[in-house]
């Protein structure tokens, strides 16, 4: 079957560093998705990957090893405003998107 | 219209009505997509469409029902609402369809409570 796995919930301090992590298992794998979700709204697209590697933008960095199915969101000098929920999603060989069921990443002064 | 807009915001709905959620997008994007959130099971799709003219099933479709008449509209209809239909309803687009590069770009959802 098809699963992303990520955690549910994560506590960080403003100005610090947080990782989130993602596993996945697609049928077939197209890209790798990171959107940022703040409560109450829509979700919006932060980064893709489709090659191993780390892709930087800004204070958000994503990183993807295909071998061993497994991504991360690096958030840098975390701000009050980065507090939402964050969801990775996995890109299957139909093009059809595998949600995770998001990180919700508290920041605390 | 600027991006994706989903109508109504929310809605409380009786058990047995029917229901259609409004969606348009004025991207002129190929593909569009129907999905429900729910705590802590993420998004879950019901629908898509790739193209005007044709429609797909999602991972959860039963209850739902969908058409693409033209590029712009993906209306989501529920035939007979039940309970476990309450949830938070997205619309998406994205262009390029089923063959390419996915970024999806998200109405601001629908709120259904059905009782």
């Known amino acids: 079957g098809q699963n992303i796995d990520q955690p549910t919930e994560m506590t960080a301090t403003e100005g610090a560093i947080v990782q989130i992590n993602c596993t996945y298992q697609?049928?077939?794998?197209?890209?790798l998705f990171w959107y940022q979700q703040h409560a109450g709204e829509a979700p919006t697209f932060l980064s893709y990957?489709?090659l191993d590697g780390l892709e930087e933008k800004g204070r958000f960095s994503s990183f993807l090893s295909r071998s061993k199915g497994y991504s991360y969101l690096l958030l840098k000098e975390l701000q009050m405003k980065d507090s939402a929920s964050y969801l990775c999603?996995?890109?299957?060989?139909?093009?059809?998107?595998?949600w995770g069921a998001g990180t919700k990443l508290i920041i605390k002064p | 219209i600027a991006g994706i807009t989903q109508a109504p915001t929310s809605q409380i709905l009786a058990a047995g009505r029917r229901m259609t959620l409004r969606c348009t997008q004025d991207m002129r994007h190929n593909a569009m997509y129907w999905y429900r959130q729910d705590l802590g099971l993420g998004l879950r799709l019901i629908h898509y469409?790739?193209?005007?003219?044709?429609?797909g099933k999602g991972e959860v479709p039963d209850g739902y029902s969908v058409s693409r008449a033209n590029t712009d509209d993906f209306p989501l209809t529920l035939a007979s609402a039940v309970p476990s239909q309450t949830s938070v309803y997205f619309c998406a687009s994205s262009d390029g369809g089923s063959s390419s590069y996915n970024e999806q770009f998200f109405g601001p959802g629908t709120r259904l409570t059905v009782l």
């Open positions: 999603a996995g890109l299957d060989s139909n093009y059809q998107l595998i």
């Open positions: 469409s790739n193209t005007a003219g044709t429609t």
């Open positions: 697609t049928s077939g794998f197209n890209g």
């Open positions: 990957n489709v």
